[in-house]
Structures are given as C-alpha cells and as structure tokens.
C-alpha cells in the first residue's frame, strides 16, 4: 500500500453498493460522451437487431413503444469514477426485441451502434436475462438528449459506456469485435465488480 | 410501424471518429509512482502540480492519466486528469488542477501537498483527444478544459509544427484565465463575468467562431472542444452552426 501523506478522503461510507475505486455523485449525472449531442428527434429515431439472428427486424419510435414495457431502478457505474445509487429508467428489456428476431445459436458477441456512429462491443449474455434495456425515460421523463435521448442502451451492471446513447441498432456477431472507447484503450467488458477499466484490466 | 431489414445502417450523423493514435495498452495497466516537485499558482481557484515519474512512457498533446491517493486505512481516492505538459524527455509531467469545493482529490493538492509528497498515477490513457501535431487544430476551452489544449498549444511551439493552430478560451475573468502570461497570438480569450476596459464581457458567440471558420486550411480544422459538459454542448453547437463537420470534433467533457 502507498499512502499518501496527508490524506484522508471523504468521510467512510459502508456502501456495499460502491464498486471498487467508485464514488457517490450524489445527485449529479455526469455527461461525458466525445461527440456532438445529436438533433435526434423520435420521429427520426429507429432501431434494428441484425446479424446472427433469425429475422432481422428495424423498429421505429411507436413500433418499439408499443413493445411491453419495463423498467429498471438501481444504480448505474462510469469508469471515471463515479456512481449514481437509485436511478430510474422507462423503457423495454432487450429480451422483448431478441423475441422478434430470434438469435442463432452461434452469436456470441454484440456491437451496439449509435445514431452518431458510436459503437461498444458486449457479449450476448450480457444483454440478455432481463439485464438490459432500450430506455427513453429517465425518472419518469423523457430521456434527456445529452444523456442520449430519446433512446439509449442501458446496461447497468458494466461501465456505463457499454450502454450507448442515442441508440441505432445492435449486430450479433459469433466473435468479439471492439468498438468505440475499446478501440481507444478501454477494457473489452468493462465489468465495474473486478474494476475492467482498461485493457489489461 | 415495423419493417424487415434490406440495406445497412448508414449513421446520419457520420461520427465514426476513430481514435487518434494507437493506445499503449501495457503503460496504461501499470501503477507508478509520482513524486512531486514543484507547485506554481496559476490563478486564486487553479495551480499547477509537477511530478517526476521517470519511467514515464511519453502521451500525446490532450491524453489523461487516472491518478490515486490512499489514505492510511487504505481508503482509495482516484481520478482522470488531463496532462498540461507537452510530450518531452525531462521525466517530468505536470497536472493543472482546479481547487473543487469539498474536492477530497484536488483539495489534497491544493491545501496540504508539497514538494516531495508522492502519489500513483497510470496513464496515459485514451487515443481520442489526442493530437499528434498532423492536422490543423482548432481548440475551444472553458475554464479548466483549456489544460488539454496548453499541452497542444506547447507541444505546437516546442516543436516548431508548421501546421496551424488557433485557441478560443473562456474564462469568468482575467484572473481566473489559467496561463494567461503564457497564451499568444494564437488565443484569443472570452471573459463571461469581467473583462478589461474596452474588451466586452459575454459568453462565447458564432462572432467568435466565424472567423476562426473562415480561415479554412488545407484539408480543414481538426476541432478539440473541452470543459464542462454546459460549455461543451454550447461550443460544440457554434461550431456545427458555423460549418465545421461533426466528424471533425471532438470533445473531452469534464465529470
């Protein structure tokens, strides 16, 4: 251990609910994407599912709205450091979307792309078992644009660049193939639990 | 309305920005340790912290670094900073950090760090901001968002770079204008609070961004936007709004 003189920190909070190196942002919600926030309108918004599955389909705003809803409250994690405890997101598991098009049993692996041309890569399983979502309403109000509205990608429990904003679609694929940020030097998976922040992580 | 899927996706708004460089991967992994050697204010709220870590792999103009503290019960503190220092052989890189209200981080270094204190820093890390000094580039920053783009500036003069470069800055006030002694024709500075007689106060405007837009040079402005998020949408909208292409901006937020 390397302590460093002087330093306290923050008073200890027993929050088994803090990954490690994490902090609380409390009420903040931090913006951090390296694009220009689009003018994306849900009229403008579609998203599609293709690759290794059955029956690629394209959904647009009401198609997709008119999916069963679903929610998620939790927590969600960024790799610079910050936690936010007790969110609230409005929209469809992913699951519902996967019933549609069937995934062959040789996909493995996601690439996720976005409106803007972002993309991250994810396995499968992470995006399956009521894990993830396609979200547009975040405590109880439409998705704000800088946090990617009218639609995003929520993957709660990886690094929250895993869950890309202004989503366009997703690809399965039957190997790993690295997107945005991972391109950039970030960690394939991007688990905040074992602290996959770079690769090597 | 649902449809079956016949042609690609083609992203409207064409952002499949690739990194800048290739990421070193292994400097990034490894923790090392940063002694610090000296300390000079830079304004009431920002100084500048220089650290000697000799086995520092090199970054690029723009790159950050991931820097930790630990307490004596093993209670860890950790955060990305971006590197105001350019690329050089001294061993030596420095850090500009604002003092953030209740900042159990920069409040460490502003009110009880001193020369010989270490601490543990990994980096440099993310390809995306950096600038290797090939393109033309237009650097728009708030605040403390102008410490990326300092290493760029230094790095342009240091090495003589022919390509061209210019820096838009927003500062609340003079005072607050983070190497004020040290920016030159190149800059131009935007005060959003007071200003000096006769320079107008006000928040950075398409008057200031139309004529950096005008002078367009070969092969166009490579635009780096930094600061806070509420600077970066407004700065990044003037510069979509003045023409400048969408994949030729990039943006580092702070968060």
């Known amino acids: ?201 | 309305m649902t449809e079956t899927v016949t042609t690609t996706f083609t992203p409207p708004t064409r952002f499949a920005v690739p990194g800048r460089i290739a990421v070193s991967t292994g400097a990034a992994a490894v923790w090392q340790t940063a002694t610090l050697t000296e300390i000079r204010r830079e304004t009431p709220h920002a100084a500048t912290f220089r650290l000697a870590v000799p086995d520092w792999a090199g970054h690029l103009p723009g790159q950050h670094l991931m820097l930790r503290l630990t307490a004596g019960d093993g209670y860890v503190a950790q955060r990305h900073y971006s590197i105001a220092s350019a690329p050089d052989d001294s061993g030596h890189i420095e850090l500009t950090l604002d003092h953030v209200p209740d900042g159990e981080v920069s409040g460490w270094f502003h009110t009880v760090a001193r020369p010989g204190d270490t601490v543990e820093v990994r980096g440099p890390l993310s390809g995306f901001f950096a600038w290797p000094g090939d393109r033309p580039a237009l650097l728009l920053g708030a605040g403390s968002g102008v410490v990326p783009l300092m290493s760029m500036v230094r790095h342009h003069r240091a090495q003589g770079l022919p390509v061209p470069l210019r820096m838009l800055v927003s500062a609340r006030s003079p005072e607050e204008l983070i190497y004020a002694q040290e920016l030159g024709a190149e800059t131009t500075a935007v005060f959003t609070r007071s200003a000096p007689t006769g320079v107008p106060v006000g928040r950075m405007t398409a008057t200031h961004v139309a004529p950096l837009l005008a002078e367009q040079p070969p092969g166009g402005w490579e635009a780096y936007v930094c600061g806070s998020n509420g600077f970066a949408e407004h700065a990044s909208r003037l510069l979509v709004e003045a023409g400048q292409p969408v994949e030729h901006i990039r943006i580092e937020r702070f968060g």
Request: aromatic residues 14%; negative net charge.
């Open chain 1, 1 to 201: 251990m390397n302590v460093t003189r002087g330093f306290t920190g923050r008073p200890r909070v027993d929050n088994p609910g803090l990954p490690p190196g994490q902090y609380d942002a409390g009420d903040d919600w931090p913006v951090l994407s390296a694009e220009v926030t689009p003018d994306l309108s849900p009229a403008d918004w579609s998203f599609r599912i293709d690759g290794l599955v059955e029956r690629p389909h394209i959904w647009d705003w009401d198609a997709a709205r008119a999916l069963p809803g679903s929610s998620y409250e939790g927590d969600i994690h960024c790799v610079t450091s910050w936690s936010k405890f007790g969110v609230r997101f409005g929209g469809v598991s992913l699951d519902a979307f996967f019933q549609v098009v069937r995934p062959h049993g040789s996909a493995t692996h996601a690439i996720a792309y976005s409106h803007t041309g972002y993309s991250t890569n994810l396995p499968l399983a992470d995006l399956t078992g009521g894990r993830a979502w396609i979200a547009w309403e975040y405590d109880g109000t439409p998705l704000a644009p800088e946090h990617g509205g009218p639609a995003r990608l929520l993957v709660p429990h990886l690094y929250f660049w895993k869950s890309a904003k202004w989503i366009a679609g997703i690809t399965l694929l039957d190997h790993d193939e690295p997107g945005f940020w991972e391109r950039n030097g970030y960690h394939e998976r991007g688990n905040p639990w074992e602290e996959q922040r770079y690769s090597g992580d």
